[in-house]
């Protein structure tokens, strides 16, 4: 059971370019997130989805694009890199317990630089 | 939006020292998770804690809905304590969770 797993760990960009960031989680959770941690801040969400084929926007959205193909996978996509982009990106899963998703459980997160 | 606030930004201990971490928010809240992210970057679970109080080994944690604060103590610290600790609260039933600006922690033998 790893469950919440994250790739690539590390990466390098230049402004313009675009990458897929993937999370994968191996617990069957409902739903899945994707935050930003910048220096001195807490996680701040970007995307989030609450079942296979459904995505939403979170706090901070503009600049990425999301998509949950599979109920075990949740994709980042930065289309046209910037450098505020730059940012420790993480990923998150929760179970649902009765109506509404309970304790999230986060992966080990991807260190990415713009320049 | 709601507002977490947690307090104090930074704490300073010498092993063996006990502390308290507090988190106020502005609004009631479905979910309260505290974590504490190591030097390396990992955020660990430490509670999942709505209301009421629960401990693990050296550390507990209370919530007070009503009051809309949450309490991590740390006892008898160890160096392999330090980090950052957030607390985040999830808002509107449903949704993602709101972190607070954490409490960066140096323990020191």
């Known amino acids: 059971n790893a469950g919440v797993t994250q790739t690539p760990k590390f990466r390098v960009l230049k402004t313009g370019q675009s990458m897929t960031l993937l999370c994968a989680q191996d617990?069957?959770?409902?739903?899945m997130y994707w935050y930003r941690q910048d220096p001195g801040m807490g996680l701040r969400l970007i995307h989030y989805s609450v079942g296979e084929g459904t995505t939403a926007k979170g706090e901070v959205p503009d600049g990425y694009n999301v998509s949950r193909l599979k109920k075990q996978n949740f994709l980042l996509g930065l289309e046209s890199a910037a450098p505020s982009q730059t940012s420790v990106y993480f990923c998150?899963?929760?179970?649902?317990?009765?109506?509404?998703?309970?304790?999230?459980?986060f992966g080990p997160g991807t260190r990415l630089t713009v320049l | 939006g709601i507002q977490v606030e947690q307090s104090p930004p930074d704490l300073i201990l010498q092993e063996g020292a006990n502390s308290t971490l507090r988190c106020n928010f502005s609004?009631?809240?479905?979910?309260l998770q505290w974590f504490h992210q190591n030097p390396w970057g990992q955020l660990i679970n430490l509670f999942y804690?709505?209301?009421g109080t629960k401990q693990n080994g050296r550390l507990s944690a209370t919530t007070v809905a009503t009051e809309r604060y949450s309490l991590l103590y740390i006892s008898s610290s160890q160096t392999t304590d330090s980090g950052v600790y957030f607390c985040?609260?999830?808002?509107?039933?449903?949704?993602?969770?709101?972190f607070g600006k954490g409490t960066t922690l140096s323990v020191s033998s």
């Open positions: 804690i709505p209301s």
């Open positions: 985040a609260v999830e808002w509107v039933a449903g949704t993602a969770l709101i």
């Open positions: 609004d009631s809240v479905n979910n």
């Open positions: 617990m069957n959770h409902e739903y």
């Open positions: 998150a899963s929760s179970y649902v317990a009765g109506e509404f998703p309970d304790e999230q459980f």
